[in-house]
C-alpha cells in the first residue's frame, strides 16, 4: 500500500510539472497591444500593465529614418531604468518620437512623445535613481537627467565613450548591438537648437506642441519609427 501511495504521488508530480511547462514558454512572450489598448496605458501611469518586470536580459528593434538599432536591455546594470523603457517600448511611447539634440561625437538624445497630452502624462512620473553599474561607453543607451532622481522618459544613445557621465550618476540601462551606423548618421545640424531658450530656441512650444513643432521648426530632425521588442 505505502509503494502504491508514492506511486500515486509520483505520478501527480510529473503530470504537475508538465503542465507547467507551456505556462513558463508563455512567460517569455510579449504580446503585442492594439492602439487602442497603447493609448489607453499611455494615458493611465496607474494601470496595471506598468508594473511588469522587464526579462534580465530583452532585445529590441529600434527602427529609425536611419536605419534600424538593435538594443539589448540588460536589468543588472539599471532596474528601474530597464523596466520604464521596456514598458514605454511595448506601450508604443516613442513611436514617431523624434532625435531633437544630436550632438556629433556625443550623444543622439529622444524621448518627447510624439503626443504632448501623452508627454504630459509622463514627464513629471519620475524613477526611482538607479546605481552607475556599466560604463557609458559608446553605444550604450542611458537616462537623461539633471540629477539621479529626475529621470522620466528622455534617453540617448552615446555616440562615443562619455566615462565622465558616470561620475555624475548617468546609469546605461543597454547597449546597441547592431545597427550603430544608423545612430551615427543621425542628423546633427541642428544641434542644442531645438531644446535651447528663446530665441534660438522655444521650450514652451517643444513641450507644448512636440512633433508639431519640431517637424515645422525643424524638418530635418530624424526620427524613431517604432520600437518592437523580438520574441525571446
Known amino acids: 500500500m505505502p509503494h502504491s501511495i508514492t506511486v500515486i504521488r509520483t505520478l501527480f508530480v510529473m503530470s504537475f510539472l508538465c503542465c507547467l511547462r507551456p505556462m513558463a514558454a508563455q512567460s517569455d512572450s510579449t504580446p503585442t497591444l492594439t492602439a487602442a489598448q497603447q493609448r489607453n496605458v499611455l494615458r493611465n501611469p ?3 500593465f506598468w508594473k511588469s518586470r522587464a526579462p534580465d536580459t530583452v532585445s529590441l528593434d529600434v527602427e529609425t529614418s536611419r536605419g534600424t538599432l538593435t538594443v539589448e ?7 528601474f531604468g530597464v523596466d520604464r523603457f521596456y514598458n514605454l517600448a511595448r506601450a508604443g511611447y516613442f513611436d514617431d518620437t523624434r532625435f531633437y539634440r544630436v550632438l556629433p ?3 543622439a538624445q529622444f524621448g518627447l512623445a510624439a503626443s504632448p497630452a501623452v508627454d504630459r502624462v509622463w514627464r513629471g512620473r519620475k524613477l526611482r535613481p538607479d ?3 556599466a560604463t ?6 542611458t537616462f537623461a537627467q539633471y540629477n539621479p532622481r529626475s529621470r522620466s522618459t528622455t534617453l540617448f544613445f552615446n555616440l562615443r565613450d562619455n566615462p565622465k557621465l558616470d561620475t555624475l550618476g548617468f546609469a546605461p540601462i543597454g547597449h546597441v548591438t547592431a545597427g550603430m551606423e544608423a545612430a551615427d548618421s543621425l542628423h546633427s545640424g541642428y544641434g542644442e537648437l531645438p531644446a535651447m531658450a528663446a530665441p534660438l530656441g522655444n521650450p514652451k512650444r517643444l513641450y507644448g506642441e ?7 521648426e525643424f524638418p530635418k530632425l530624424d526620427r524613431i519609427v517604432a520600437i518592437r ?4
Open 229 to 232: 521588442v523580438r520574441p525571446r
Open 136 to 141: 557609458n561607453a559608446r553605444g550604450t543607451l
Open 73 to 79: 536591455l540588460v536589468r543588472a546594470w539599471a532596474p
Open 210 to 216: 512636440s512633433n508639431k513643432y519640431l517637424d515645422k
Open 105 to 107: 561625437w556625443y550623444i
Open 131 to 133: 546605481s552607475v553599474r
Open 46 to 48: 496607474l494601470h496595471p
